[in-house]
């Protein structure tokens, strides 16, 4: 199939974008990578009348420090997220995360904050943002500029925090520092394919101790979930894999996931059963 027709725009600057969208924000929408966008349309379950391709907006694009935190800009493709220059465990993280991100053609045209904004559960982006409290700072012609904790931004299927009228532009992630240990697993039918059940974490361990416990997981629910019961049998305690599998457990008994054509609500706990270890790290002596 083909897209319905629509009217195509392309700001030269942010300004000109916000400027496109705010004139019809409830029938416009927004191009970057157009890797979940496009397909929808072809499949006419996306009928926009205007769409506003930001690619050639300056500004919007790359990734940079800012104080304690790490600034990623929503047009940074995954395959640069794959391949970026940070050092310690976000940079290894965004590494091992964006390597799942479906085949390196969709790496190499598919974006990071359009991964966020299309908000599917099993995203690695979104999961990665709930993980470590990403704030997503977006811009509206009306309403000038806002932040948004992920623990607000994601709120259903396919359903954001965001107004029809306003744009992504950045997500920042905490800078962590050498004592955590941070990692992604997952389970999906094929490579390339959505997990049905995904598990990222990032564990602060210091002198043998969890001072800091943080595990999200994807497919358990309409978006992704912060394992807080997993969280609670870590923190505090003396790494150990007996320590791990007990969290495991832990996050396993306290989800409620859904059931579908991929699997039942008991093999899904049994996935996060299996994964939440694997995201911690195999070798949990350090």
């Known amino acids: 199939m083909k897209p319905s027709p629509f009217e195509y725009v392309r700001p030269r600057d942010l300004a000109e974008a916000l400027a496109a969208i705010a004139q019809d924000p409830d029938d416009s929408k927004i191009l970057a990578g157009g890797q979940s966008l496009i397909p929808m349309m072809n499949f006419r379950l996306a009928r926009p009348a205007r769409l506003v391709d930001v690619n050639r907006v300056p500004g919007l694009a790359g990734l940079a420090a800012d104080g304690d935190r790490v600034r990623v800009g929503t047009l940074t493709r995954h395959h640069a997220m794959e391949h970026n220059p940070l050092p310690g465990p976000l940079g290894d993280l965004l590494r091992r995360a964006a390597a799942h991100v479906g085949h390196l053609p969709i790496r190499t045209r598919g974006t990071f904050g359009g991964s966020i904004a299309h908000c599917d559960a099993a995203s690695e982006w979104c999961l990665v943002a709930r993980l470590l409290d990403a704030e997503m700072t977006v811009r509206s012609q009306a309403r000038g500029t806002r932040v948004i904790p992920a623990a607000d931004f994601f709120q259903a299927v396919f359903t954001t925090a965001m107004a029809p009228d306003e744009i992504l532009t950045s997500i920042a992630l905490p800078a962590l520092d050498e ?76 989800c409620d996931p859904p059931g579908d054509a991929h699997g039942d609500p008991a093999y899904r706990r049994d996935l996060v059963r299996a994964l939440v270890p694997r995201a911690l790290g195999l070798d949990v002596r350090r």
Request: with cysteine; glycine share 8%.
């Open 179 to 254: 004592h955590y240990r941070t990692g992604i697993a997952e389970f999906a039918r094929r490579a390339g394919d959505f997990a049905i059940v995904a598990a990222t974490a990032a564990v602060r361990v210091e002198d043998g101790l969890v001072t800091e416990a943080r595990i999200c997981l994807g497919g358990v629910a309409e978006v992704p979930v912060r394992a807080d019961a997993a969280e609670r049998v870590l923190l505090g305690e003396r790494w150990s894999p007996e320590l791990v599998t007990a969290a495991a457990e832990a996050a396993a008994a306290d």
